[in-house]
């Protein structure tokens, strides 16, 4: 539920009626009571600012729920993620409602989070989530008018680190490829299971492996400053522990414990 008991959208709306309503009330004090003009501006501007970081708070709160009931839904379908490669990775990224045209003409925008075990070597359990963008024309001609989920494992610990330290163009900084889906992941190609990123796409009800190739990926700095209240980067989120799985992330963060709470990695490959 958004403070104050309204939706962010509700916030921001009634934010603007209130300072439409007090412009009014503006122009119709006399002219000659100024110090009350600027007292009631001021007290004006502090609420709708109030209201409006309120707003934006939520919708950060909300990306990180959108993306825990996405992961869920894909976890249950008959023929999902593989459960052998879901074991294996050591962090997972999630996109909810990927759109096509949300970066210009043709490209597309999207916005999700980034969550890995924990650990030195990613042994421990499911940790706080960063907020992460996904960006790249190569995903609009995917789309078509529908918006996507897109769900994508990365796994080993250097895909991990790599999206940890930089804007990451998957295919060139990091391998990257469809993933397999099924009960198992025989018969997938030795280009699939030794990629370093593996995506998975789910548009109108339908599940499939998809390649991002050519796409970017990316820590958003400025939703994770709202989200945990502070300025963080994704390495101090996910890496050194430095703020704590928030309220929103709970389910989520239940979600994967319970689905994947080892990861089965060869251990020589983590160290």
Known sequence: MARFGLSPRSQSDSAAKILAASAGIFHKIVPGDSMRKLILLAFTILFVSACCFAADDEREEERVK??????????????????????????????????????????????????????????????????????????????????TDFVLLVMNPKGAESLLYSKVKLGADASAAAGPKGRTAEGATDIVMTAEILSYSRNKGLFAGISLEGSTLRSDGSANEKLYKKKVSAKEIIRQGKVGVPACAHELVSLLDRKSPVNKSDPKSLE
């Open 66 to 147: 959108d993306s825990g009931t996405v992961l869920k839904e894909i976890l249950n379908i008959p023929d999902n993620i593989p459960q052998e490669l879901l074991d294996k990775a050591e962090c997972i990224v999630v996109l909810p409602s990927v759109k096509k045209g949300a970066l210009g003409v043709g490209g597309s925008y999207g916005r999700g989070i980034m969550i890995c075990r924990s650990g030195e070597h990613y042994k421990g359990k499911w940790g706080a989530p960063a907020l992460y963008a996904l960006e790249g024309v190569s995903i609009g001609f995917q789309l078509g008018g529908q918006a």
